[in-house]
């Protein structure tokens, strides 16, 4: 009997033998071509580069392929530490870098970030030329001439159908302060725009807001000496070892043995450490607040002088909290009478308390009060000026500072307000450019100007450097409304974001390293940012395109005297001139090179040395009379509540110490992509998690009023019943957060919004 190929049974066994003969012999030629690999690799560094030989410079060993033949210093691009880098340098680029043991920042520590910063710079994924939309949709390549004219073009087009104010620009707390102040002008001065916002807006506008109704001036009045200086550390809402790592170490190296008092509703890492955790409520951290500082009134545990001498508002304040009885909070909160009561006499028995807050209470629908409370406790007690003390916002993004001050958005440059006639007069005289020039009003909040976009206000958006098709709160709304645009300018390092691939016009950056300026960190110190490596392909940096843009639209000569950003530097001196910030004694970028940095304020005839500087050592604040100002307002509440339908309360944060925001260049470093979950994760409660049939790593769906998530469960008892947990660096995570905002700051709030979680047979979502 024959198949119907006509091979006989007795062919087909003979095929057969002879293709297991064919694969083993295929099987030991490929054996010994691994064996002979092994032994001859002929890709990869040569066995002589990866000898290692003393590194010079005081670097001990380093394979010979990496030894330097320079070194210099910078500051990490990633969060707002500021760490100072040693960059590697041979034949002038970066082959490697190691944290500068002599800086007063970090003293030779670096976060997994920091010791990877170089390699997003050689990600695949980087824009190396201009991408413009053809009319089949797609992005193509195109050329800067032709991408200036079509930006100016369309632009010019927008503001010609629907006004000036149709076109606005959104930029970042990761660009160095001289590309901000230029993007600032340029838009303002330059282009007519009136409406411009940054992504600061989502994590410190809060914090500037609080500062500046209390004290008078956006004016945090720390040093990182600081955390070793306290004997009792206040965290609120902060999961240092995670989000700071470099600043918790600082704390390690406490000798005065602190009580470390946490206020967070999740057993964090830094909950864990403290000596102190209160699991609140969350968003129950104002009534808290107001709690302690009822208890320190009522047992006279306060500073009477420093009172009387130096704040106004006490009286109104202390009537304020007599309502926030121990009893009340701990309804409030879930924090037991007897715990609240402790934690005051700890901070009573304190000699320099210091009190610290970040996102945990910046993002929230009451964060501006709630900072305030904590400014509050810090006042009545006297725990201001003091090495060890201080009601202490720690920042953001890496120069998230150097935009509260210099972005030109919510503020005129240099801490300036648009609607003084004496400031608009001053920013003119020391830019060179017509008073008319300057708006008499401030700009829309971000949240403001997505919405003119969904009322057909905003026609034509600039987003230069960040990714809030990632970030922003309520995702799917937010990529719905950008369709809503007439043209969509990205301007970035990846050509690759979520949205940069929705642009009209998408124009290559370079990143941080591959161009220089100043940062300015949590402690108000102005760091220089050095070029070390080169951008690729046509990618040029931001302020180079400002330039071009400039150039393009018809306004260079306003901008001629900044041909390069130290230029824009000695601008921005002379316009922080009698201001809190005043730093005209910084004579150049060498200055700040060689000091390691410098923390404003620094004016003209300063000669102080000391690195580690803290303000209101006088008692003197920035308010007309001098006087720091106690504000408070009734509780607020939770925008959504969990309720029936949606019986969990979602919370957000950092997920581990190697991811940064939208992971656009954390996720290119393969080191640090071993160093955290791929799959999105929720952590919940194993109460909760029995209750709904979850089972460990099994996938969920978490689901709100806005969207659907699927997410591996991470079942931990870390997290409360009735909460979970997803950290923001997902893309997903934003998919469920209610767009809801404090109503002084503007700023979103991420950390609440109620969910839904079930178990799903999916794949998971990344």
């Known amino acids: 009997m024959s198949s119907s190929h006509g091979i006989t049974k007795h062919g087909i066994a003979k095929h057969c033998i002879a293709k297991d003969r064919l694969d083993n012999q295929n099987e030991h030629h490929g054996l010994c071509a691994a064996i002979g690999s092994a032994l001859h690799q002929r890709q990869g560094p040569l066995t002589e580069q990866l000898v290692r030989v003393p590194g010079n410079f005081g670097l001990g060993q380093l394979p010979r392929g990496k030894r330097p033949d320079a070194t210099t210093s910078t500051v990490c691009g990633y969060c707002s530490t500021g760490c100072a880098l040693n960059i590697h340098l041979v034949e002038g680029e970066a082959v490697n870098l190691t944290p500068a043991v002599d800086s007063p920042v ?15 710079l050689k990600s695949p994924d980087r824009g190396i030329i201009p991408l413009s939309r053809d009319a089949h949709g797609k992005l193509v390549p195109t050329n800067w001439d032709s991408a200036m004219e079509l930006f100016c073009d369309r632009f010019k087009e927008v503001q010609r159908r629907h006004g000036e104010d149709s076109v606005a620009f959104l930029g970042t707390g990761q660009l160095p302060s001289e590309e901000i102040a230029y993007l600032g002008s340029l838009a303002k001065f330059g282009m007519g725009m009136r409406h411009g916002d940054g992504n600061t807006r989502q994590c410190m506008a809060t914090a500037a807001v609080a500062y500046k109704q209390s004290f008078g001036f956006d004016a945090p009045p720390y040093t990182y000496q600081d955390f070793e200086e306290s004997d009792v550390i206040l965290l609120v809402g902060s ?15 406490n000798p005065h043995k602190p009580e470390i008092i946490v206020l967070d509703p999740r057993t964090t890492e830094t909950a864990v450490a403290a000596t102190q955790h209160l699991a609140l409520k969350p968003k129950s951290d104002l009534a808290l607040l107001y709690g302690l500082a009822h208890i320190l009134i009522a047992e006279e545990w306060i500073d009477t002088e420093f009172i009387r001498d130096h704040t106004d508002g006490y009286d109104d304040f202390a009537r304020h909290v007599e309502s926030y009885t121990p009893e009340r909070v701990e309804q409030e909160s879930d924090i037991l009478k007897e715990r609240l009561h402790y934690v005051a006499r700890t901070i009573h028995q304190g000699k320099r308390v210091s009190f610290w807050w970040t996102m945990g209470v910046n993002q929230s629908h009451q964060g501006v009060r709630t900072a305030q409370a904590i400014i509050n406790l810090a006042l009545i007690t006297g725990n201001l000026g003091r090495p060890g003390t201080g009601a202490n916002s720690i920042t953001g993004q890496c120069n998230a500072m150097g935009s509260r001050l210099f972005s030109n958005t919510t503020n005129l440059l240099g801490g300036h307000d648009f609607k003084n006639p004496d400031h608009r007069r001053k920013v003119a005289g020391v830019l ?17 100007i997505v919405e003119g976009i969904l009322r057909d206000e905003i026609k034509g958006l600039w987003v230069v450097c960040t990714n809030p098709c990632h970030s922003w709160i ?25 949205t940069a691939q929705q642009a009209d016009l998408y124009l290559p950056a370079a990143g941080w390293g591959e161009k220089e300026g100043t940062f300015i960190n949590s402690e108000r110190r102005i760091g220089l940012v050095k070029k070390v490596a080169k951008a690729p392909g046509q990618a040029l940096s931001d302020f180079s395109i400002f330039r071009l843009v400039a150039h393009h639209w018809g306004c260079e000569e306003m901008f001629a005297n900044w041909q390069q950003p130290e230029d824009v530097f000695q601008s921005l001196k002379e316009l922080t001139r009698g201001q809190p910030c005043d730093i005209t004694g910084i004579d150049d970028y060498q200055m700040l090179d060689e000091r390691g940095g410098i923390q404003w304020p620094f004016p003209e005839g300063c000669e102080e040395n000391d690195p580690q500087r803290r303000l209101f050592r006088d008692g003197q604040f920035f308010h007309p009379e001098g006087r720091a100002r106690l504000l408070f307002e009734d509780l607020r509440e939770m925008p959504e509540p969990p309720n029936k339908r949606y019986p969990y309360l979602l919370l957000t944060g950092r997920g581990s110490a190697s991811q940064w925001h939208t992971q656009s260049r954390t996720a290119k470093s393969s ?64 998919q ?20 839904r979680i079930s178990p799903s047979s999916l794949s998971p979502t990344l």
């Open 736 to 755: 469920l957060t209610l767009a809801h905002f404090d109503p002084y700051s503007r700023q979103p709030s991420y950390k609440s919004c109620a969910v």
């Open 474 to 498: 309520n995702q799917n709304t937010f990529q719905e409304i950008l369709e809503r645009l007439d043209f969509l300018v990205v301007q970035d390092m990846y050509h690759s974001t979520e």
């Open 432 to 448: 060179g450019i017509e008073e008319t020039l300057i708006p008499t009003k401030e700009s829309w909040p971000y949240d403001r």
């Open 671 to 734: 080191v640090l992509r071993r160093l955290y979950p791929q799959e999105t994760y929720v952590e919940i409660n194993p109460k909760d998690a029995r209750s709904e049939g979850i089972r460990p790593n099994s996938m969920v769906t978490v689901e709100s009023q806005r969207g659907s998530v699927l997410a591996k469960a991470f079942i931990t008892p870390t997290i409360q019943p009735g909460q979970v947990f997803i950290p923001m660096h997902y893309a997903a995570t934003n």
């Open 106 to 120: 970090n003293s030779g520590m670096a976060c997994p970030k920091g010791w990877e910063a170089l390699s997003p």
């Open 239 to 253: 999961n240092l070892c995670i989000a700071h790592p470099i600043m918790w170490q600082r704390i390690c190296r």
